[in-house]
């Protein structure tokens, strides 16, 4: 027997039909039992008088069938029971284990950014040297390394909802310094079900606009439009853009890859994937970026 038969097999609906098949055909040799062979002798006789021999073999057939189909109701019903209470069970415990590896993860993130903190402390006195710039410049790093863990163990941490496109880029807005840089939203009546990070994607795709959109940067545009039986937000600045070879990295696979555009559009990709969501850039380079996130039918609703 094949992998695919076999997986096949081991499925409820599977085991479902056979458990009716084997029912039906019992059904019928009891028929075939009641009416060849006239059983039961005292219900046939009982109704001979009346030509009623094959009714009363059909109904003997009958009472065998209810039998089974009752027979078979309460075995699913308790398997059914049973896998419930067991799924129930590992459920349980994988959200205990889940709560111990992060309150691990936060005493350690913790105490590693104590650690960080007294180590740049200690070398403020220090001549400033090109060690002692390196040292810093690899604190840095290690702390934004520590960030990144905490915003990517958040994803999936809790369960999606239907959240209002335009507050969670209002309040992504606040968190980031526009300086002289006009900001515009025309999205005013779409809530999307997605992640409760929702907020965090807007607000690194804000950021990105500040920190890479260059002197020509002016304004920020968030708008949507309707494709085929998608919705697509589209978010888009008038700064240098991005180039043709760094459009490659923007979205790596994995994080860890050795060229990437940094961990913010990483932690974009995976929070709109928990729901489908997808995103690309779509921007020309030397006229500004230009991402699309899509999402799919199902996903949004008019509020």
Not at 37 to 62: D, H, K, T, Y
Not at 148 to 175: H, L
């Amino acid at each position: 027997m094949s992998a695919e038969a076999k997986e096949i097999t081991r499925l409820p609906h599977f085991k479902m039909l056979v458990d009716i098949f084997i029912i039906a055909v019992f059904a019928v040799v009891v028929y075939i039992a009641a009416y060849f062979m006239n059983l039961p002798e005292v219900l046939i006789r009982a109704l001979e008088s009346s030509g009623a021999q094959q009714a009363s073999a059909f109904f003997i057939a009958a009472i065998f069938l209810t039998v089974g189909f009752v027979f078979f109701a309460v075995r699913r019903w308790n398997e059914v029971t049973q896998v419930s209470k067991e799924t129930e069970q590992v459920q349980d415990a994988l959200e205990r284990a889940n709560n111990k590896l992060m309150f691990l993860n936060n005493i350690t993130r913790y105490d590693i950014l104590n650690e960080l903190t007294q180590l740049h402390r200690d070398l403020e006195p220090a001549e400033k040297t090109p060690e002692v710039k390196r040292m810093n410049e690899a604190i840095d790093r290690i702390r934004r390394q520590i960030k990144f863990t905490k915003e990517y163990q958040d994803i999936g941490a809790i369960s999606p909802s239907w959240q209002n496109v335009a507050d969670a880029i209002m309040r992504a807005k606040v968190g980031v310094d526009l300086g002289h840089v006009s900001f515009e939203m025309e999205i005013h009546d779409l809530e999307i079900y997605a992640d409760p990070l929702l907020e965090k994607v807007f607000y690194y795709l804000i950021s990105n606009s500040m920190k890479y959109g260059g002197p020509k940067l002016t304004q920020i545009r968030i708008h949507r439009k309707k494709a085929d039986e998608k919705m697509i937000i589209i978010f888009e600045d008038d700064g240098v853009g991005i180039s043709q070879e760094m459009k490659a990295f923007l979205f790596p696979k994995e994080w860890g890859s050795r060229k990437h555009a940094g961990y913010g559009l990483f932690l974009i990709r995976e929070t709109l994937g928990v729901t489908g969501i997808t995103i690309w850039e779509s921007g020309t380079p030397g006229q500004g970026a230009r991402f699309e996130i899509a999402v799919p039918k199902g996903i949004f609703r008019q509020v």
